[in-house]
């Protein structure tokens, strides 16, 4: 099935790094958003970092300084680079992409999800 494929969630100690990946080469041209979101267990799905369609970047006020979210020329290949992680940071991270307009930090903006990777922070 067509949908984001993310990578490069692993486990990683406090104030450590990590990169994510999201491949979005099986969906369709002309996407509206692409986005990051975690969810902890036993916490709601939220918004992490989302690229607009004109290339505009907003990040979650909880990651600010910290991550970063690029995208290459294609814009089918989303790239989060993830420091001075804390345990706080642990949750499963998903990839996202929006076929039509809506506001690119709401999870109900986003109708193409990845299956998540975990990331753990100790």
């Known amino acids: 099935d067509v949908q984001p494929v993310e990578s490069g969630g692993g486990s990683v100690q406090a104030g450590g790094s990590l990169t994510l990946s999201c491949a979005d080469s099986g969906l369709p041209a002309g996407l509206y958003c692409m986005g990051w979101f975690r969810q902890a267990p036993g916490k709601s799905r939220e918004g992490v970092a989302s690229?607009?369609?004109?290339?505009?970047?907003k990040y979650a006020d909880s990651v600010k300084g910290r991550f970063t979210i690029s995208q290459d020329s294609t814009k089918k290949m989303v790239y989060p680079q993830m420091n001075s992680l804390s345990p706080e940071d642990t949750a499963i991270y998903y990839c996202?992409?929006?076929?039509?307009?809506?506001?690119?930090?709401?999870?109900?903006?986003?109708?193409?999800w990845g299956q998540g990777t975990q990331v753990t922070v100790s």
């Open positions: 996202a992409a929006s076929s039509k307009y809506g506001n690119c930090r709401e999870v109900r903006t986003y109708d193409y």
């Open positions: 690229i607009e369609s004109d290339g505009g970047v």
